[in-house]
């Protein structure tokens, strides 16, 4: 997979942050760049956004850990939106009485603004830098982050601010740490490090929304994504 790369090169990918972040999963850095591409590119067009990562990829798994989080605490933000059933059910998902006519109405607008306001709850995450392990093109990645300044969930709410990025070779792909754990989920069958570590079901390749690309995997431990200096260990589930 690397002729399509003008080179690639061993790297650890760093961002320093302003302002604490929201993410979901396990944030890993061909994600990241996928969704800026995708953003980028205005097309709809997810398959080809995932194609111009300038990344390793081998047939699917992408040689980008997940993101690790440096003198990571947590907090807790809530947002509120309105809840606007703006669309109409399949008819033949509406129960229907004996003689054929629905029993249930369609929602007009009225019935629409009666339901209100839905609150939301994330996890925010304060930590003065990321760090991801990847294989890939430098340049290329460079020009993908040259003008991100945001990342994350929430970004107008003034979450995941990046002071800056940077860039500097390492010695881990992404994929196995020195100590055979797993730095992103990787499928059971082609992991290649301690085997000896827990399985749980999910998702290893983008897009990570989709349920057809969960599987049981090795997956990176809480102690690796959220490292202390002191050796403590954040629980991440606070």
Known sequence: MQGRFRMTKILTIT???KTPIITLGYFTFDGLLAGIIFDKRNDGDVEAAHAAVPIVCDD????ASAA????ASFGRASFSAGLRATHDLDPDMILKGKDGTKLHR?????????FGMVKNDYRTIIADRIEWDVE????GIADVLEDVFWIGKRRAAGYGEVANWDMRYSASDGLVSPSGEAMRPIPATRFKGNLTQPLMDAAWKPAYWAFEN???????STAWRFPKSDGQVIDEHI
């Open 136 to 139: 890939g093109d430098p340049q």
């Open 15 to 17: 961002a320093v942050l």
């Open 68 to 71: 690790r989080f440096k003198g």
């Open 214 to 220: 969960r599987s049981a995997c090795f997956v990176p």
């Open 106 to 114: 369609t929602l007009g607008l009225k019935r629409m603004r009666e």
């Open 60 to 63: 699917g798994l992408f040689h």
